[in-house]
């Protein structure tokens, strides 16, 4: 007979075994994986910001990932182009992408930045990227101070689009029948105001043309004018100079011809994309746009009767564009600049054309489409593409080979530090000249003295002394140290005057609060501390940060800007008192005892939990001069014309507080927890004592509500002087800035111009403003707060 244990040492042999066996599997499993983890380790992953998500560019960077095994393309569509804020901040958090697809005319601002490596010695080097290859626009455009920051990869110009149909009606054709486009300023006016209809209600119902509908803007027809923007060397801006005067009154001559800016801004706000564009549905004649048109008409609506023209010019003047596009550029910082720079030489190359080319020519003949090739700023590019896929109808062949001719003769945006700012106020230039606020050369002017000033901050830079790192160190620590202190003699004293169970509760709470606390400490409280230093400094988020005294708060009083957004920001204080009546009228209703009551009270609460995007746009449409619900109704119930709204500069603050009345259900629940509380004996005393319906209103609800009232108002101060997102989705601040509201220019001090120290100043000074505003009626409550209880 065996002994016991000699059954539980077979047991355990086998056990062993088992272990043994899946220990050698494993060793097997390592030893056969162990060269492909090598490989994947030593694997380069290449990020790429700003990727156009598109078959042909797909297919592009598979090819190269298959010619560059070691290489691992991750694409993201984010952080490039025109979305500076991600990448600022990727740079100065030290990880940024490898390769960046950037909006051209931004180079110069980014290269000054010291933001993009130069790549010059690249090009020296491989001799595969050639400067004579490419368009002058093109290339020049990425050229900051006789250096190459970055190489273009897209481009566009601008050509006279116009419906052959409209033109013919209105009799624009010679003896043989065929159709005459406007070649200079003068006629392009008369057929402009020729070619516009109206309803019987004189609202527009087709236009001619509309100076800035398209892809035109003021560089247009400054250049086309003899114009020039800012001088040779950079340093003076030269928007407000005759030429460029006049071509901005020419514009305004057209809109006033065509009955104001803001009608024709009322009409185009009507359009719509795709099929229901309006130069194919017929409410524009005539537009100057890029030469991306020709393919989404070809793909849209071939069948389409329209020609192309050079843009119309002056008076006795050859005729010109310009010309715009993105570039690959390879941040300071990439961690992988010569795979970086491989990729930049595969997709500049023409065998990446000419994939990327067929790649889309099959996808739109896949839909049936026609397909019309892109403008390369590579000649040569441009060229292979032609032999292969240029546009067999003739009408599509003859518009792009003259978009190409005209790329001989494009202007470019100039390469400057203070791009962005001079696109802004050429921009604001002319809303504020058609809109009738400014004359175009007292628009110009502000707007030069503007861009003039930009340029000074760099070129004539105060010799600000670089801040010491101690000192903001030492000043952290110090009010760390300080708040401790505070904290821990607070807490001992509270201790010291509890119980001993008290204590124990005491401890507890603060053991609760401490998550919290530390979140606030080093998520919140360092931001702050951080902020009041940056505004009496000087600071772009790369460089380092420079001590300018009180230099900020010193240009605060002499900023236009900074005036106006405050005046509009304290109109919008107006929508306070008349939210807070509007939402208690609405809980007073939904007070009462009705059948289907919680019905009633989630359909007034749901429009405040609607996400504030999703309700600007909503309200866009809804006060749509032409279509929208607000004025149809008015129309239609009352015979009204309603105003122009949004595009109006009288009545675009009134729209956004009319779209706030919208969202009253969220005061409706804190006022109907007030009406709640009020106890029924007080109304049936009134009664009682012959008091009715408005008196009972007046000496019992109101008083019994005034804490409700006192919160209110103070949350609701505080909330409009935060006003930012309508503004930013539905106006970007216009027209002629009567919605730039104090934190929309906050925001464009901070994230479009990187002017960190002036921000941080905007923001104290607002911080300022709402304490000193809270703690006045703070004061002025004591005197008509009732608190229950109180005697």
Known sequence: MRAPWDGRLACVRRRLGVVVLFLAWMACVVASASPTLAREQRRVRLTVWGWWNREGYKQAAAEFERRHPHIEI??????????EQKLMTAIAGGSPPDVINRDRFSVGGWAARDAFLPLDEFIARDG???????YPACWNEAVYEG?????????????????????????????????IPPRTWHELKHYAIKM???DARGNLTRVGFVPNYGNSWLYLYGWQNGGRFLSEDGRTCLLNEPAIVGALEWVTGVYDALGGATAVDAFTATFQGGELDPLLTGKVAMKIDGNAVLNFIASTRPDFNFGVAPPPVPEGREPLTWSGGFSWAIPRGAKHPEEAWEFIKWMSSVEAGLLIADAEYRWNRSWGRLYVPEISPNKRVNEAVLQRYAPRHPRFARAFRLALEMMNRSRYRPVTPVGQVLWDEHVRAMDLAIHKKLTPRQALDAGTRAVQKALDRIHKRKPYPPLDPRVPIGIGAALSLAGLGLFGWGLRRDLRQRRRPGRHETLAGFLFIAPWLAGFLLLTAGPVVAS????????DVLHPVAWAGLDNYRALPRDPLFW??????????????LGMAVSLGVAMLLNARVKGMAFYRTIYYLPAIVPAVASSILWIWVLNPQFGLVNVALQRLFGITGPQWLQSELWSKPSI???????????MIIWLAGLKGIPETLYEAAEIDGAGGWAAFRHVTIPMLSPYIF?????????????FTQAYIMTSGGPVDSTLFYVYYLFNNAFRYFKMGYASALAWILFVIILALTLLQLRLGKRWVYYEGEK
Request: aromatic share 12%; proline share 2%.
């Open 147 to 179: 250096r190459v920051y970055a190489i273009p990869n897209s481009t566009d110009d601008r050509l006279l689009f116009y419906n052959e149909d409209l033109l013919r009606q209105a009799g624009f054709v010679d003896a043989a029948g065929e159709v």
């Open 74 to 83: 991750v694409t993201s569509t984010a952080g490039g182009q025109m979305d």
């Open 196 to 198: 516009t209809r109206r």
């Open 128 to 134: 595969a990227i050639r400067a004579e290859d490419y």
């Open 532 to 539: 009041i230093l940056l505004s009496f400094c000087e600071y």
């Open 657 to 667: 507080l009319l779209m706030g009345l919208w969202g009253a259900g969220a005061g």
């Open 711 to 723: 919160f209110n108002l103070i949350m609701g101060v505080i909330g409009t002087f935060q006003i």
């Open 564 to 577: 106006k957004s405050l005046g509009n920001t304290l109109f919008m204080v107006l929508g306070v008192p």
